[in-house]
T-cell receptor, first 112, second 114 residues
Framework: DAKTTQPPSMDCAEGRAANLPCNHSTISGNEYVYWYRQIHSQGPQYIIHGLKNNETNEMASPIITEDRKSSTLILPHATLRDTAVYYCIVRVVHQAGTALIFGKGTTLSVSS | DTGVSQDPRHKITKRGQNVTFRCDPISEHNRLYWYRQTLGQGPEFLTYFQNEAQLEKSRLLSDRFSAERPKGSFSTLEIQRTEQGDSAMYLC????????????FGPGTRLTVL
């Protein structure tokens, strides 16, 4: 079973920040938080992963709480093309080559 | 396009028929994965290969399912005696090796069993 809990859906206005929460209360010290997204009719796409709050890229920033039991993926300026299902996954990084365990994710709908 | 490719993109078959899907990973990616995704659910792991060796199979991979990667390049997933419950999107992903964090997914094959 997936080790994460995410809200099933969220709405966001175009140009605004989208904040996607993820609960992972049973995360271990050596587990990272990975984010993937899946645009309709496409395969999942890797976004970012991190252990603490020290990772960011041009697409998104994950904010992980001090106790690491939850995190939020922030899309600073959402566009219509960001409409997708977002998956939060926890896994041990040295097992990065093993299978991903997906939950149901959060369906983000960005509207103009 | 040098991404992961899958063929066919869509397949409609009648119950009881056999179907075969193909996945071509990114060149020189040693690890290849198969996932299945039903409507409203996240992808579920089926099996993966390290080069030509099949290293792990999930409980979802019943005896009617078989996967191969004969030369360590492309892979095939065959479903025998299809059932309506096999209707799903079948996704393939690849990654260069164990240490690489990102899995690169193909567009998937949508199977509909009538």
């Amino acid at each position: 079973d997936a080790k994460t809990t995410q809200p099933p859906s969220m709405d966001c206005a175009e140009g605004r920040a989208a904040n996607l929460p993820c609960n992972h209360s049973t995360i271990s010290g050596n587990e990272y938080v990975y984010w993937y997204r899946q645009i309709h009719s496409q395969g999942p796409q890797y976004i970012i992963h991190g252990l603490k709050n020290n990772e960011t890229n041009e697409m998104a920033s994950p904010i992980i709480t001090e106790d690491r039991k939850s995190s939020t993926l922030i899309l600073p300026h959402a566009t219509l093309r960001d409409t997708a299902v977002y998956y939060c996954i926890v896994r041990v990084v040295h097992q990065a080559g093993t299978a991903l365990i997906f939950g149901k994710g959060t369906t983000l709908s960005v509207s103009s | 396009d040098t991404g992961v490719s899958q063929d066919p993109r869509h397949k409609i078959t009648k119950r009881g028929q056999n179907v075969t899907f193909r996945c071509d990973p990114i060149s020189e990616h040693n690890r290849l994965y198969w996932y299945r995704q039903t409507l409203g659910q996240g992808p579920e792991f089926l099996t993966y290969f390290q080069n030509e060796a099949q290293l792990e199979k999930s409980r979802l991979l019943s005896d009617r399912f078989s996967a191969e990667r004969p030369k360590g390049s492309f892979s095939t997933l065959e479903i025998q005696r299809t059932e309506q419950g096999d209707s799903a999107m079948y996704l393939c992903a690849s990654t260069p090796d164990l240490s690489y964090n990102e899995q690169f997914f193909g567009p998937g094959t949508r199977l509909t069993v009538l």
